[in-house]
C-alpha cells in the first residue's frame, strides 16, 4: 500500500528544492546581465531603468512564486 503521506512530503521537498535552484540560477544570470548592462552600455540612465524595471517584475514573480508553492503545499 502506498503512504500518501510520504508522497505529499516528498512533493513538498522537491518543489521547495526547484524553487531555491530556480532562484539561484535566476540570481547568477541576473548578476551577468547586470554586469554587461553596466560595463558595456553607452546610456547609464537608460540601463538604469531597465534594470530597475527587471529586478522589479522578476520580483513580483518570484514572490508570485513563493506565494503559490507555500499556498499549494
Known sequence: MIDT?????LSK???TGLF???TLIFIIF???????WMAY???KV??????VTYLSISA??????????????
Open 5 to 9: 503521506d510520504a508522497l505529499v512530503q
Open 13 to 15: 521537498i522537491g518543489l
Open 20 to 22: 531555491y535552484v530556480t
Open 30 to 36: 541576473s548578476l551577468s546581465i547586470v554586469y554587461h
Open 41 to 43: 552600455g553607452i546610456h
Open 46 to 51: 537608460r540601463i538604469t531603468i531597465m534594470m
Open 60 to 73: 513580483l514573480l518570484f514572490i508570485a512564486m513563493a506565494f503559490s508553492l507555500n499556498y499549494l503545499l
